[in-house]
């Protein structure tokens, strides 16, 4: 039995408490403020789990890999990373979510609604949370620090896919020639190789890149554009490599055989020279 209704949108409650708590949504009353930043939410139980952001407490906790969690809510969707449930599929793409608010940033994907903005350069986002990734740009805020090499970065994401350079774990492998990859993107691109998809198209010559970088590189040919320079000479190249084999000039740095001790400024280079001693 639900006996107390909203008299606004008519939805029923248990009880009365449940009811009072409901109406906030409508009056935008938020009663309840945390005493140390001075956020206000709508019900008490909200004040509360919102005390742990502050105290660090995340009493919720998965039995297959002990993460842990502020909120249950946030746990019982965690859990599903484990047993595979998705739950809510797109119904134009047919792709699936764990979540129903995934799903429904999701569908913007095809109605192309992007309510939120940036206010500082206009750009139009699906979701909060990326306008928030978003704005960084704007902070220059690199607010995670690697604690080995102490390179800092604007996302978690992207400090957890650099940490893999310090543990050498390469989690990323391909199912044909067993090659393992840092990134996911590393992988995609690779597999080009196997199916000899080339992908990106350069719009001025029509020559084919099995990867993005590769096309950008080569479109440098066409506009002229050497983005790189050397900090000691202000000689500018095209590609980052470049500009790195061409710093060995300055530093004396090279590339030794280790047969003969003969040097040189570039591997590849060096390379050549090595098949001298492998010739049978």
Same mark, same amino acid.
């Given at each position: 039995?639900?006996?107390?209704?909203?008299?606004?949108?008519?939805?029923?409650?248990?009880?009365?408490?449940?009811?009072?708590?409901?109406?906030?949504?409508?009056?935008?009353?938020?009663?309840?403020?945390?005493?140390?930043?001075?956020?206000?939410?709508?019900?008490?139980?909200? /004040?509360?789990?919102?005390?742990?952001?502050?105290?660090?407490?995340?009493? *919720?906790?998965?039995?297959?890999?002990?993460?842990?969690?502020?909120?249950?809510?946030?746990?019982?969707?965690?859990?599903?990373?484990?047993?595979?449930?998705?739950?809510?599929?797109?119904?134009?793409?047919?792709?699936?979510?764990?979540?129903?608010?995934? /799903?429904?940033?999701?569908?913007?994907?095809?109605?192309?609604?992007?309510? *939120?903005?940036?206010?500082?350069?206009?750009?139009?986002?699906?979701?909060?949370?990326?306008?928030?990734?978003?704005? %960084?740009?704007?902070?220059?805020?690199?607010?995670? %620090?690697?604690?080995?090499?102490?390179?800092?970065?604007?996302?978690?994401?992207?400090?957890?896919?650099? %940490?893999?350079?310090?543990?050498?774990?390469?989690?990323?492998?391909?199912?044909?020639?067993?090659?393992?990859?840092?990134?996911?993107?590393? %992988?995609?691109?690779?597999?080009?190789?196997?199916?000899?998809?080339?992908?990106?198209?350069?719009?001025?010559?029509?020559?084919?890149?099995?990867?993005?970088?590769?096309?950008?590189?080569?479109?440098?040919?066409?506009?002229?554009?050497?983005?790189?320079?050397?900090?000691?000479?202000?000689? &500018?190249?095209?590609?980052?490599?470049?500009?790195?084999?061409?710093?060995?000039?300055?530093?004396?740095?090279?590339?030794?055989?280790?047969?003969?001790?003969?040097?040189?400024?570039?591997?590849? *280079?060096?390379?050549?020279?090595?098949?001298?001693? &492998?010739?049978?």
């Amino acid at each position: 039995e639900r006996p107390y209704c909203c008299d606004v949108c008519n939805k029923t409650f248990s009880d009365r408490s449940s009811l009072k708590r409901h109406h906030h949504l409508h009056t935008g009353e938020r009663p309840y403020c945390c005493n140390v930043c001075n956020k206000t939410f709508s019900d008490r139980s909200s /004040l509360e789990i919102h005390h742990n952001v502050h105290t660090g407490e995340r009493p *919720y906790c998965c039995d297959v890999c002990n993460k842990t969690f502020i909120r249950k809510s946030n746990l019982k969707v965690h859990v599903r990373v484990h047993t595979g449930e998705r739950s809510y599929p797109c119904d134009m793409c047919h792709k699936t979510f764990t979540t129903l608010v995934n /799903l429904n940033v999701h569908l913007r994907v095809h109605t192309g609604e992007r309510p *939120y903005f940036c206010s500082v350069c206009n750009k139009t986002f699906i979701s909060k949370n990326s306008l928030k990734l978003h704005v %960084l740009v704007h902070t220059g805020e690199r607010s995670y %620090l690697c604690g080995m090499c102490h390179k800092t970065f604007r996302y978690l994401q992207h400090l957890n896919v650099h %940490l893999r350079v310090h543990t050498g774990e390469r989690p990323y492998c391909c199912n044909v020639c067993s090659k393992t990859f840092r990134h996911r993107s590393g %992988l995609k691109t690779h597999n080009h190789i196997h199916t000899g998809e080339r992908p990106y198209c350069c719009s001025v010559c029509n020559k084919t890149f099995s990867d993005r970088s590769s096309l950008k590189r080569h479109q440098r040919m066409h506009t002229g554009e050497r983005p790189y320079c050397c900090s000691v000479c202000q000689k &500018t190249f095209s590609e980052r490599s470049k500009l790195k084999r061409h710093h060995n000039i300055h530093t004396g740095e090279c590339y030794r055989c280790d047969v003969c001790n003969k040097t040189y400024r570039e591997p590849q *280079y060096l390379k050549l020279h090595q098949r001298v001693h &492998t010739k049978s």
